[in-house]
């Protein structure tokens, strides 16, 4: 079984939906057979990975494609990318993609810096990543930067029910639930369709919806100083893996919450989210976030 997020990845940019004005500039790239050193960033699961590919895909080149998040250290950019950049190449250009840059360690980060520019007339690097400010400035500086935003709710909608038709699946108001539930993520989205059919039907499992109301349940307990087992159950209950978007929404609120204590606050939630990347056991982290938060309130 092929997983759907792979068999209808765009592969032409007419496929790809969304960011219209970026789409433009890429196609003056694609026309002229090249193109600048690129860092795509913006939230998981709205196509910047997608979009590195198709520009691999539709250019003569040579591809390197490394994830970061798997091999983020020095000896990476030593190894593979410095040797891969610097060889030889029978095709108009080379291409190095990396995924998931955020994840690479600022001393790799600042070695590339060197690698970018000594390997100018031959190669080109394609970065991504969630988090921007993550990315050294001087790296950043030596890149075209696009924030790939989220297409509407109705395009991913729109995109959703042609998945279903395309596979012969019956297109219902199932379809409506998983977008509202995990918009923008249009990963997600597909991933939770196609675990959802049976006999050729959506079959929702209410439990895969639970973590729409997440961050109201969770600032809601805040509010009223709930003990922390009934945070944590709050947490399992959700029946989420990926807690991203309950920083942002707790930073949100902090002022309401946490009154003349947001500074604080705010330095708690900032040092959180930035160990939540590194962590096996995100759910963990977060309690342990949570639970500082409530003695503040």
Not at 130 to 152: A, D, G, K, V, W
Not at 241 to 262: C, N, Q, V
Request: hydrophobic letters at 40%; charged letters at 25%; aromatic letters at 8%.
């Amino acid at each position: 079984m092929k997983l759907w997020v792979e068999k209808y990845r765009p592969q032409t940019l007419e496929e790809y939906v969304g960011n219209k004005i970026i789409k433009d500039k890429i196609a003056d790239y694609l026309k002229q057979g090249s193109i600048q050193n690129l860092l795509f960033h913006g939230v998981a699961g709205t196509g910047k990975t997608t979009l590195a590919k198709l520009i691999a895909k539709n250019l003569n080149c040579d591809l390197l494609y490394i994830n970061a998040s798997d091999e983020r250290g020095i000896d990476t950019i030593r190894d593979k990318i410095i040797p891969f950049a610097s060889s030889m190449s029978f095709n108009d250009v080379k291409i190095v993609i990396l995924d998931e840059a955020d994840y690479i360690t600022p001393q790799a980060q600042a070695t590339l810096r060197n690698t970018i520019e000594s390997c100018s007339a031959t190669t080109r690097f394609i970065f991504t990543c969630n988090y921007l400010e993550r990315i050294i400035s001087p790296l950043q500086s030596r890149c075209q930067t696009f924030e790939i935003t989220p297409p509407s709710k109705e395009e991913v909608t729109d995109l959703a029910c042609r998945i279903a038709v395309e596979e012969g699946i019956k297109v219902d108001v199932n379809i409506a639930s998983v977008v509202d539930t995990h918009y923008p993520d249009i990963r997600k989205i597909v991933n939770t369709i196609q675990g959802s059919i049976i006999n050729g039907q959506i079959k929702i499992d209410n439990n895969s919806l639970k973590n729409t109301q997440l961050g109201g349940l969770v600032v809601d307990a805040l509010i009223r100083k709930a003990k922390l087992s009934e945070i944590r159950q709050i947490l399992a209950d959700s029946g989420s893996r990926e807690f991203d978007d309950l920083f942002k929404y707790i930073y949100d609120k902090s002022s309401t919450l946490f009154g003349d204590k947001e500074g604080e606050a705010i330095l708690i939630i900032a040092k959180y989210q930035y160990e939540y990347t590194f962590v096996l056991e995100k759910e963990i982290c977060v309690a342990a976030m949570l639970n500082k938060l409530l003695n503040l309130c």
